[in-house]
Every structure is written in structure tokens, then in C-alpha cells.
């Protein structure tokens, strides 16, 4: 990967103009779509298979005028004034009919004095509720209905004597839309300064910044052009902005700080760029698939919503590794060498007197964190348990009109309905089913009700009544707590409980459903999916941090520290939310249940982005130890010197980016609370404790001092285990041993191998040079070797040591490459040679590798010299055989030059000792 990805790089750098034309393209044309097909976000709640939704379903279908979404009206008489009492009975009645009359789609508007309610008068008849019912959800109400049922209501008000209150609430106002504010530019702002602080220079730094704000744009647009293909909710969009926006600046910041520091060290732009992206690129493209495999396992709940919001994030982060993989060295292409920016005050010296090394905080930092490893690891996992407390206290429910700003009008109206009538009459609950068997419906629904009005929990039960059909029946029932309280869940479960029961006595299979009990169903269902998420995620992070770092302890550690940075940001948002610390600074509407899918939105984007820290931290702390030759000593105490050295020299090479990305993740995070959607509020403060935790705390303090006390023992994987990984390249070694190897072998030839080690085969130390016209036939007493090492030379298997350049590309980082320009014959018994030769020889291939040439009869052989006199002449030729002599015809009568005849069997049957292990 990472040799795709230089070489992407470096075409990017050549073309600039094409890359931005391309991804502004891309812009234009979300822009358009989401322009022409974009309907607008919807936050209607469903999970299928859910007896809430099922209830609903029925309701739908058998009694429209409660299925829908509802809305209501308190009016509160002024001090000493009846409700009852005109003007108040009179001049509600009259909205009343205004208010049915107002729209097709509102099905009724019951007045709290209809004798067939009750209830909607308080019992100190000094407030009253007006009901409205809905022709579907809260999406199916447009403005204009509205903004007419806004007039009524201020007409009302007019007309009713000086003191009085009317207040617009219910479910159709229950949620507000969310929406971009200028805080938000704060943290874009504190992202400037700190890219400025990074790079030391103004142009460098916006770079970062441009890129993440064209891949956002691109996403965004196409996120609301989907709208026409899939329900997507209001928080989906800014959840794609935070973390478009996050990821963006990072990882082009990633790239763009280890091309300047290549610049700086003297490295032409060019090249920098295209070494860049092999390497920093090559860790970007890891992290951002973690990330995009744990948005995308969101749909572990079962639930579409959220499933819709995994994957619209996972798009924003794809477009963003894009970006940066291209646009980024595109940009740099533009810029040339201007990137060094502003050099570090170099501190005067005396004359003649070499200037003392510096050293930086990094430096002093993990110097003092390794040397009391274990006092540093106690500290923090203590101090981020204690950070943790307050999770126990979270409490999960969908939002509703409660957690919006005091000011909002459904705010006022929530508020003035608990006060006045109790806090359960903002979030009733519906009991329904089918009653189609019963002689005597109005009597059974009475009886029904009667009953469960008798149960804890129950304020009272407003209405009992089958539909006009008499084939359905409700009940309508007022809790004694809040929707978003537990007890309000424990009394939906408690109705359930009942259902076999009440099929006994009542002959109903009844259901709980309404819009509280869909939150509730919600709430439970993500809380059963915590857990096999949590071990998905978890297993997943070994399972790649393995495959990546070859080892068995840092998988671990990360995988523990990425647990404390959950536990301890749940913490912190229970403090704020639940406990309501600091709830006023952060301008928290009211202190409560959180948003339910919180949890696990943390979880997913958190594991994603903690893996980046992991990632560009040990990567490096990796290279340095592999690359010491202390590490391979056999003594034990210089393997640990050798293990510690790598762990300071990582650090201290990678730290100050992973500061920066941490550092403008938390600000673009931390933005998006103070004035945030209530419903993206916790999710934010949770993403931005998080992060700071995870990368300050976790990362570039616990790890260091965990991977002190593994030492050695933190690199080591037994021996069966890395054998059946598949190697994953990820720090771009192949890239560096491309840049180490790129004046060998010093001559044109077409195949060269030095030390070539294939182990399997009992290949070693094998030498070839074929140049271009050239040939070799290559024989041994083992046929299974032989094509063993036409498979190595056409780029179809990798060697195990040794060096190897076909085709002028070097293997196996270009094993791509090779195969594109590499015609290979397996010649078998059962094979059509003459189609695989022509196959082979298509696209004017400047090597041609034939195994088992002796196999050929006469005639094959002699079409295959036909074909070798027609191809380009500058064609090398490779041909196995376990007997020489045929292939030497078939040259000979080709007309080739002598070729060079070698014999495997008289190579080393074990790997030289200098022979080049591959990475």
C-alpha cells in the first residue's frame, strides 16, 4: 500500500491543477445534487420489530386519529380566574374549532372541557390542554400548518384577559433542527493557530484547513442529496461536520508535517511529497479505515437511524483520507519548497563554542513518565477511574422538548404542563389492540381502563375508548413521572408484564406504544447493543494492532487504554449532565437523561481516533527499535536499553504532531457544545473529553510508560502467530527501502536478484542479472522450486530475503507493478500453452517468465521460439526446466544470444547471512 500510495503522491505533486479540478468537480456536482434531490432531514424515530413500533403500525392501520403526531395548547388562567369559567371556556371552545378547521392534516382538536376526555383540566381548574392529533409524523406537518397553528394560538392569546399563558408544545414541537453556529468557527479558529504554532508559517497552516473544509463541503452536500433515497435525521449532518471536519485537518497534518521536516532535512519537495504519503499517508489510510469500520458497525442496534448516521460519518471520513491523499501533495505541488516556513531561534553561543543540544518539553516529558513507569501508570488509571465515577449515574432517552433552550416556545409549554398538571402529561402512553371478538367494546375498554389505572406509576387514564369501527381499542394513560424518566420506563415494562394477564381476562393482545414508548424501546435496544459492540470494537483494535505492530502487548495496552478514555469521557459527561457541574457555563438547557445513542457513537468515533494516536505514536517508536542494532543483541539488558531508547527517540519524533492533532480535534469538538443542538451536546463534550483524555493521558503518557515496563517483551509475537498474519505496511518501510535502494542495482537490467531467499522452495542466496534482449534458463532437480521462482519473478509470490528489482520496479512493495508488465507461462498438463503465450505476451511485456519449457511437446516448442522471433526485441526471457537442453533449443532457434544458464541446485539451500529480510 504504501508504494501505491507514493507513487499517488508524486503523480498529485506533478499534477496539481487536475487533482483540485477534480475534487472541486466532485463539490459542484454534491452541491447539485443535493440542491435537486435533497427533501430535507427527518427525526422520526423507528426501530422495526419493536412492539412500540409494531403498536404504532396497527394504529395506522385501524385508528389514524391518535396514530400520528400530536400536538397541545396550556392555557393558564391568570391569578384568582377559573378556567372554566368565561372568558376562558368561550374563547377556547372557539380556537378549538379554528384550530379544526385550520388543515387537512389535522384530524381533531379536543377541547379539555369534551366530556369524552378528562384530565385536561387540572385539578385546581386553573389551566387547560388543547389536543391536536395529526394525519402522520412530525416530517408529514409542514411549515405553513405551522405557522397557522402559531396564529391561533396568538390570536387566543389576544382575546384572553391580562395575566393569562398559552403556551404551543406537544410531540410535533418536540425536537428543533440543529444547525451551524459561529462557535462552531471558534474551534476552526483554534485550530488555525494551532497548525501556525506547528508549521511556522501562515500559508502551510491553512492548508490543512482548506482541505478539510472542501472534503466537509463534498460530504455535506452528498449527505443531503441522499435525503432522497433514505430517511436521514438533523444530527447526522453535523455529526459528518465534526468529524469531516476532525479527521481532515489531521490527516492532512500528518502528511504536511512530515513533508516539511523532509524538506528541511534537505529533501527535494518532490521527492518529500511522494515519501510523505507512502509513509504518513500509509497510516493516515489505516486510521481512517478503523474509523470507518467502527462508524459502519453501528448498525449493530438494529436500529436504521443510527445505521444511516454510521454510515453518512463513515462517508465524511473516507472523502477525507481521499482528500488528503491527494489534495494534499496537489497543494504542496502547487507551493514547491515554500514549506520549511520560519526556523527556530537557534540559542547564542560563546565564539568557537558548539552550540548545547536542546532539549524539548517532549523530550523532558518522557523522560520523567519512564522513569517511574509504573508510579506514572498507577497515577493515571486511578486518577481516570475516579474521572470515570459518574458514568454510573447516566441515564439514556431520546430527546424531547424539555432539553430544548428555555426560551423555545415547546420549552415553556413542557415546563408549564408539568407544573401545572404533573410532569407525566408531556410523554403519555397508548395501550392498544385489536377488539374485534368483544360484544360489549365500550364496556371492555371502560373495564380495561379502570384496571390499569390501579397500577404505580399511573396518574390517571385520560381516555378508554374503541375506534369507530369497534374493532380497536385505547388507552390513553398520563405517567406519574417525565418521559426521560427511569420511572417512566419501569412503568412501560410493568404494562407489559401484564399482557398475558390481561389476554386472560380481556381476550386483547395489547401493545404499549406512543411516542415516549418508541424513545424507551430505543433507549433499551442501543443498551443492548453496547456490549457486543464494545467486544467487536475491542476485537477488532487487537486484531489490527496486531496484524500492524507484529505484537501481542500493544494491542493490549491499547485496547485497555482505549477503555479508560471511554469510561472517564462517560464520566465526564455525567458530571455535566447528570450531576450538573459546570451545566450552566456550558449552557446545558436542563440536567437529565442524555441523548441514548450517545454511548455508542463514543465508542465507534472514539475507538477510530484513539487507533490514530496509537498508530503515529508506537509506529515510530517501533521503527527506531527494529532499526537499533542493540535490539538483536542476545544479551537481555541490552535488548531493554535498546527497547527504551526506542520508546524516548518515538516519542519525542512523533509527539509534537499527535499534540497538534489532539489539540485541534479538542477544539473542533469542544466547539460544537456551548451552543450546540441539545441532541449533539453530549455527543460533542463525550468526543472532545475523549480525545483530550485519550491523547494527552492515555496515549502520550500510559503508553510510554506501559511500553517502559514491557521493554523488549512489548515487541516480542510467537513465531507461528506471525507467520499466518498478513503483512501490513503501514509505516511505509517499503518506501524507505525503495529510497535506500534506488541506485541498485546500478545497470538497466530487466531482473536483477541479490541474495534472492525463498525459503520454502530451499532457494538461497541466488544471484540473476537479465538486461533487456537478454535471457536465462534457470534448471534444478525440484520442479516445485523452479516455478516457485517464476511465481517470485513475475510478482506473483513474495520472497522471503534477498533483493529483488523486475521490470525496474523494485519487489515486493511493486508487486502491482511487476504483474502489469510481466508476462508469465505456467505450462501444465493440462494448460492451453498457445492462449497463456499470447496472453503473456499482450501489452508489450518487458519481461516474459515461462516455467517448465521441457514439459512442451515438440510442436508447442516451437510455436513458443516463433512467438519469442516476433516479440520486441528488446524482450527479456526467463525459462525453467529441469533439464536445460530444451530451453536452449527454443532460445537458439528464436535466435536469442547465449542466455545464462543457471542451476538452483548449486544456490545455498538456506538464506545467505546477508541476505535482506523483508519487512
Known amino acids: 500500500m504504501s508504494t501505491l500510495l507514493s507513487s499517488l503522491g508524486r503523480w498529485s505533486y506533478r499534477h496539481p491543477w487536475r487533482v483540485l479540478v477534480s475534487w472541486l468537480l466532485a463539490l459542484g456536482l454534491a452541491g447539485a445534487g443535493a440542491l435537486v434531490l435533497g ?451 419501569d412503568l412501560v415494562r410493568e404494562l407489559r408484564a401484564h399482557h398475558d394477564e390481561w389476554l386472560d381476562e380481556y381476550g386483547i393482545d395489547l401493545k404499549v406504544t406512543g411516542f415516549t414508548a418508541v424513545g424507551i424501546d430505543i433507549s433499551d435496544q442501543l443498551g443492548h447493543a453496547l456490549l457486543p459492540f464494545g467486544i467487536f470494537v475491542i476485537g477488532l483494535s487487537l486484531i489490527l494492532l496486531t496484524i500492524v505492530f507484529r505484537s501481542l502487548w500493544v494491542p493490549v495496552t491499547a485496547a485497555a487504554g482505549y477503555l479508560l478514555s471511554i469510561v472517564a469521557g462517560f464520566g465526564v459527561v455525567g458530571a455535566v449532565f447528570e450531576w450538573g457541574w459546570f451545566a450552566d457555563a456550558l449552557h446545558v438547557a436542563k440536567v437529565g437523561p442524555i441523548i441514548s445513542f450517545m454511548p455508542i457513537i463514543l465508542m465507534g468515533v472514539l475507538f477510530g481516533l484513539a487507533m490514530d494516536y496509537q498508530v503515529f505514536l508506537v509506529s515510530r517508536m517501533r521503527e527506531d527499535y527494529v532499526h537499533d542494532p542493540d535490539a538483536k543483541s542476545a544479551d537481555r539488558v541490552t535488548r531493554r536499553a535498546a527497547a527504551l531508547r526506542a520508546v524516548r527517540s518515538g516519542f519525542t519524533g512523533s509527539a509534537k504532531v499527535v499534540t497538534a492533532a489532539g489539540l485541534i480535534m479538542f477544539a473542533v469538538f469542544v466547539a460544537f457544545v456551548p451552543e450546540g443542538d441539545s441532541s449533539l451536546k453530549p455527543i460533542a463534550l463525550g468526543l472532545a473529553a475523549g480525545i483530550a483524555i485519550d491523547a494527552f493521558l492515555v496515549r502520550m503518557t500510559l503508553i510510554p510508560a506501559l511500553m517502559a515496563i514491557l521493554g523488549e517483551r512489548a515487541w516480542q509475537i510467537p513465531a507461528w502467530l506471525e507467520r499466518i498474519l498478513p503483512s501490513v505496511d503501514i509505516e511505509g518501510e517499503a518506501v524507505e527501502r525503495e529510497r535506500h535502494l534506488a541506485d541498485w542495482p546500478g545497470d538497466d537490467s530487466v531482473v536483477a536478484a541479490d541474495d534472492l531467499a525463498i525459503t520454502d522452495a530451499g532457494i538461497g542466496a541466488l544471484r540473476l542479472r537479465v538486461p533487456p534482449r537478454g535471457s536465462a534458463v534457470v534448471t534444478g532437480s525440484s520442479a516445485g522450486a523452479l516455478r516457485v521462482l517464476a511465481l517470485a519473478l513475475a510478482g506473483r509470490i513474495t520472497p522471503d530475503g534477498g533483493r529483488l528489482r523486475v521490470a525496474g520496479h523494485l519487489l515486493p512493495g511493486r508487486a502491482a507493478w511487476v504483474r502489469a508488465h510481466v508476462g508469465a507461462v505456467i505450462v501444465s498438463d493440462t494448460g492451453d500453452t498457445a492462449s497463456d503465450l499470447a496472453e503473456a505476451l499482450r501489452g508489450r511485456p518487458s519481461l516474459l517468465v515461462v516455467d517448465g519449457v521441457d514439459r512442451l511437446g515438440r510442436a508447442a516448442r516451437d510455436q513458443l521460439a516463433a512467438r519469442l522471433r516476433d516479440a520486441d526485441p528488446t524482450l527479456a526471457v526467463v525459462l525453467t526446466a529441469l533439464a536445460p537442453e530444451p530451453a536452449l533449443a527454443v532460445l537458439e532457434s528464436a535466435g536469442r544470444a547465449a542466455p545464462d544458464l543457471i542451476d538452483l541446485d548449486a544456490t545455498a539451500a538456506h538464506s545467505s547471512t546477508t541476505t535482506e529480510v523483508h519487512a
Open 39 to 489: 427533501t430535507g432531514t427527518d427525526n422520526t424515530f423507528s426501530i422495526p420489530g419493536t412492539e412500540s413500533q409494531a403498536g404504532l403500525e396497527q394504529l395506522n392501520r385501524s385508528f389514524p386519529q391518535v396514530s400520528g403526531t400530536s400536538a397541545q395548547i396550556i392555557v393558564v388562567a391568570a391569578d384568582g380566574d377559573s378556567i372554566v369559567d368565561d372568558p376562558y371556556r368561550a374563547e377556547i371552545e372557539d380556537a378549538v374549532e379554528k384550530l379544526a378547521d385550520l388543515d387537512d392534516s389535522v384530524l381533531s382538536a379536543t377541547s379539555p372541557f369534551d366530556e369524552n376526555v378528562s384530565g385536561m383540566v387540572n385539578d385546581d381548574q386553573t389551566a387547560g390542554i388543547i389536543r391536536l392529533q395529526f394525519d402522520g409524523q412530525s416530517s408529514d406537518v409542514d411549515d405553513q400548518t405551522k405557522d397557522d397553528l402559531r396564529a391561533v394560538v396568538a390570536d387566543l392569546s389576544d382575546e384572553l384577559p391580562s395575566g393569562s399563558q398559552t403556551a404551543l408544545g406537544g410531540d410535533l414541537f418536540a425536537t428543533s433542527i440543529p444547525g451551524v453556529t459561529l462557535t462552531e468557527a471558534v474551534g476552526l479558529l483554534i485550530a488555525l493557530l494551532v497548525l501556525i504554532v506547528t508549521f511556522r508559517s501562515f500559508v502551510v497552516a491553512g492548508l490543512p484547513l482548506l482541505t478539510a473544509v472542501l472534503g466537509v463541503g463534498i460530504s455535506m452536500a452528498g449527505i443531503f442529496a441522499a435525503t432522497a433515497f433514505a430517511t436521514v435525521s438533523s444530527t447526522t449532518p453535523l455529526l459528518a461536520l465534526m468529524l469531516g471536519l476532525a479527521v481532515g485537518i489531521d490527516y492532512a497534518l500528518f502528511i504536511m508535517a512530515r513533508h516539511q521536516d523532509q524538506v528541511r532535512a534537505g529533501t527535494d519537495p518532490e521527492e518529500s511529497a511522494s515519501r510523505a504519503v507512502g509513509t504518513a499517508g500509509s497510516a493516515v489510510v489505516f486510521a481512517g479505515v478503523t474509523v470507518l469500520i467502527a462508524l459502519v458497525g453501528l448498525g449493530f442496534a438494529g436500529i436504521p437511524f443510527l445505521t444511516t448516521m454510521g454510515i453518512a460519518a463513515s462517508v465524511a471520513v473516507a472523502i477525507a483520507v481521499a482528500i488528503a491523499v491527494t489534495l494534499t501533495p496537489a497543494l504542496l505541488g502547487f507551493m514547491k519548497g515554500r514549506v520549511v516556513g520560519r526556523p527556530r531561534r537557534v540559542p547564542k553561543t560563546k565564539k568557537g563554542q558548539a552550540p548545547a543540544p536542546r532539549r524539548g518539553f517532549s523530550d523532558r516529558w518522557v523522560a520523567g513518565v519512564t522513569k517511574r513507569p509504573i508510579l506514572v501508570s498507577l497515577a493515571v488509571v486511578i486518577g481516570l477511574g475516579v474521572v470515570a465515577v459518574p458514568a454510573l449515574s447516566l441515564n439514556l432517552a431520546l430527546p424531547n422538548a424539555g432539553v430544548l433552550p428555555k426560551g423555545s416556545e415547546a420549552r415553556q409549554s413542557y415546563d408549564l404542563v408539568a407544573e401545572e398538571f404533573g410532569a407525566g402529561f408531556n410523554g403519555p402512553l397508548i395501550l392498544t389492540g385489536t377488539i374485534v371478538t368483544s360484544t360489549d367494546p365500550l364496556t371492555l375498554m371502560q373495564d380495561l381502563g379502570n384496571e390499569v389505572a390501579t397500577i404505580d406509576g399511573v396518574k390517571e387514564v385520560a381516555l378508554a375508548t374503541p375506534n369507530e369501527t369497534a374493532d380497536t381499542g385505547i388507552v390513553q394513560i398520563v405517567p406519574e413521572t417525565a418521559p426521560d424518566d427511569p420511572a417512566t420506563a
